[in-house]
C-alpha cells in the first residue's frame, strides 16, 4: 500500500509510514489502494498544442527544470533509476499544473515509487527492443502506447502492469496520433541535440512536461494525489 499522508510504498503489514513516520490507519489503507479507472471511449490527440504548453510551463520557471535536467541527466547513467527519475519529472510537473509550491527536491519524490517504476521501465525497454527489431515502426508504436505508464504510477497508484495496461487502453483510441505526438517530441530533442547538446536542458523538460499536460487532459489527476502532493 502507500502512505495517505506523503505517498510513499509501505508494507501492508506497517502500521507507521517509513519515509514520514505518520500512522497509517485502516481508512488511509483503502484510500491509497489502486484506483479503479475506466478508459476514455474517445481521445483527441493535439500533440502541437501539448507540446506548446509544455514549452509554456518549462518556460515560467526555466532555472529550475534546467537543474532538474541537469541531475537528471547526471544521474541517467546511475543503474536502475531512470524510471524513479521520470517519475520525480512528472511529480514536479504534475504541481505545477496544480498551482502547488513544485521544488527541485521533488524529483527525488519518484523514488518513493522506485520499485514499481524500474519494474515498468524494465519492461517497457523490453518490449520496445523487441518492437524495434521489427522494422522499427512497432517499437515506436509500443513507445507511445506506455508513455503514460510513470504517471498513472504516480497518479493513481498502480503497480507497474495496471499502469502500463492504462497507458495502452489510453494510446489505442489513436494509435497513429499518439506515435506522431512521440515523434514530435523525439524531434524537439533533435533541435537540443543540434544546440550543442545543452538545449537538451530544455528540450527534454519541454517533451516530459508535454507528457503531463496529456495525461492530465486526457485522464484527469487523482483527488487524492493532489492532496498529497
Aim: charged share 10%.
Amino acid at each position: 500500500m502507500f502512505c495517505h499522508h506523503c505517498g510513499a510504498q509501505v508494507s501492508d503489514a506497517a502500521q507507521f509510514c517509513t519515509n514520514c513516520g505518520q500512522p497509517l490507519t485502516a481508512a488511509a489503507s483503502v484510500s491509497t489502494a489502486p484506483v479503479a479507472w475506466t478508459p476514455p471511449t474517445r481521445v483527441q490527440v493535439t500533440a502541437g498544442r501539448w507540446i506548446g504548453q509544455g514549452w509554456d510551463l518549462v518556460k515560467a520557471d526555466l532555472g529550475t527544470y534546467i537543474l532538474i535536467a541537469l541531475l537528471y541527466s547526471l544521474l541517467g547513467s546511475v543503474p536502475l533509476i531512470n524510471g524513479a527519475l521520470i517519475a520525480g519529472f512528472h511529480i514536479f510537473t504534475m504541481k505545477k499544473l496544480m498551482g502547488r509550491n513544485a521544488e527541485l527536491g521533488d524529483l527525488f519524490q519518484g523514488f518513493n515509487f522506485f520499485l514499481q517504476a524500474l519494474l515498468a521501465s524494465i519492461v517497457i525497454a523490453a518490449f520496445v527492443f523487441l518492437g524495434t527489431l521489427c522494422l522499427i515502426i512497432p517499437g515506436l508504436i509500443i513507445a507511445a502506447m506506455y508513455k503514460f505508464t510513470f504517471l498513472f504510477i504516480v497518479d493513481k497508484r498502480m503497480d507497474f502492469w495496471q499502469a502500463m495496461k492504462a497507458s495502452h487502453a489510453v494510446v489505442r483510441n489513436d494509435y497513429f496520433g499518439f506515435t506522431m505526438f512521440l515523434i514530435l517530441a523525439f524531434l524537439v530533442n533533435v533541435l537540443g541535440v543540434l544546440c550543442l547538446f545543452v538545449g537538451l536542458f530544455v528540450t527534454i523538460p519541454v517533451t516530459l512536461a508535454a507528457i503531463t499536460v496529456a495525461y492530465r487532459e486526457i485522464v484527469g489527476f487523482e483527488p487524492r494525489t493532489v492532496n498529497s502532493l
